[in-house]
């Protein structure tokens, strides 16, 4: 992994849950300084402890990272995004609640201050339009957990402004996915959506249990996905005539497939079927300790990539 | 990874592509006896020297995997499957062929043979009815390419057979994924066919390019259900409350996403679309460099895993 350690920038991070904690944990670890306000007062005092778990995670991950910016908590929104040359919004996702915010850091931030939305299910159309300078926003969508997963999904409307998110966000060590037009749920939220549907289905179906289908994908689709895209398997798939040879001659069994596919609905039924086999699947593991052995796998693969691609 | 060195037991492989040649790399490298047939004298003559790659490519990963059992090559089926305990079919898929293998098999194996159907898109029962003693069928589909990917997915009617055919497969080295039913594409490939529909719809939408989706699953859902599945990654997104918080809260929302996932149909525009992206998502790379970068990315996954687990 290439992080390229640009020198630091003020980073003014609004919500401080744990998207915001996860955010600003990257940006100190990169050297950027951040300056972080939640309207809750108490969310906003435990905010630096919050921190340091998943400072020490994103360290493990990559040593090199040694450098720390600032770390301060500002007691009004306006006074968090004086002076900040990115704005990392992560607010609940509330159409309203957030163009309220975006009215306020507009008129008290820089007006070169990028403004980014970390939001998951609404859309650069939906927050944008009506928006006194709509240009500056863009949508960085980062995966769960963002201090770990590398993606963030980028939309903007202006190719300059996306061209700039882009390298501040690469400059975080983080892989940027464009997208060309908005898009609910943006890519990968509609990739899982749409793999989870089928994955429900196949519960409420009887065919598998929910602790098989969960290993099924950890041992077969999602081990390949975390080496290689879902089109170029396809690709791989066609032998040596690659994708066009497969849309060719498998072209019509995937689609017959695509119809086999089930459209489960989140029943009582369905919803009592899920959580049993998720509580079994746990095995008496509580959540706290479900993210520990998530955060080491990945932390594993992830060093494992790093250790490959350097 | 536990790999149980069990004694070598005899295997017979009936079809020597590349499926049975990664069977037969795996079967030898765990120490067992391997007989290998295939209809096509030419496939049977290139066949041991076929095992070259795989069988360095599972020791790469295993280094503790030094046994190597007996390799022959059989002129007929008959002789092929004469006194071996595990029968690991791997024929084109067709009823009627693999019906007729089936039959030839029961006449000439062991009565104790397990009879173990690779088969990606065929079921169980469509194999098993009017064979004369369907109990001793199994569908045992592996992932490709089997010698790397751990998934097996498992179908018996019989408890008993299950389970003995999930101690081969286990000592195998391999993550044994037991079906309740038979299912067309069982769950690896259900799953593979759901994700792939939406990441034709994100493409023939014009929201993402074809190397952007694939980027977008490598570094975000792809990662993460390497390291954990589905429907527990749910479960973590519910917070404390776990997966029926999620359901009771969030559930709703999956479904309107549900109603907006695309239903796209692979028309010559659309397959021309994503012939074109991959071709630009290659970089000019071809299928043999995209198949040694896919292992090479799988086995430094798979030695991460191995590190982390023993």
Redesign the interface.
Known sequence: MQTPHAPGIPVAIIGCGLIGASWAALCLAHGHDVTAWDPDAEVRDSFAQRLTGPMEQVRALDPSLTGTGTLRIAGTLEACVEGAELVQENAPESVPLKRGLYARIIAAAPSSALIASSTS?LTWEELGIGMADPERLVTAHP??PPHL???V?LFAASVQVRDRARQLYEGLGR?V?????P?????????????????VN??A?????????????????????????????????G??G???HY??HL?????R??A??G?P??TPEV?DL??K??EA??GGRD?PE??R??D???I??????N??DN
Chains 1, 2 share one sequence.
């Not at 072209?251 to 689609?255: A, D, H, I, R, V």
């Not at 594993?300 to 990539?305: Q, T």
Request: charge should be neutral.
């Open positions: 299910s995966f769960n997963m590398p993606l999904e892989e996915v464009v997208l060309n037009k898009a609910t749920g943006h890519i990968a939220n509609r990739l899982a959506s749409a793999l989870w549907r089928e994955a196949i519960v179906e009887g065919i598998a249990d929910v602790a098989e289908v969960d290993r099924a994908l950890i041992h077969g689709p999602g081990l390949r996905w975390s080496a290689i895209g879902v089109h170029m398997g396809y690709h791989l798939g032998g040596a690659g994708i066009r849309l060719d072209g019509p069994s995937q689609e497939r695509w086999t596919l459209t609905g989140l919803c899920l959580t086999g998720v699947a746990t959540i479900l993210e052995e998530r080491e796998k990945l594993a693969s992830l060093k494992a990539r250790a490959r």
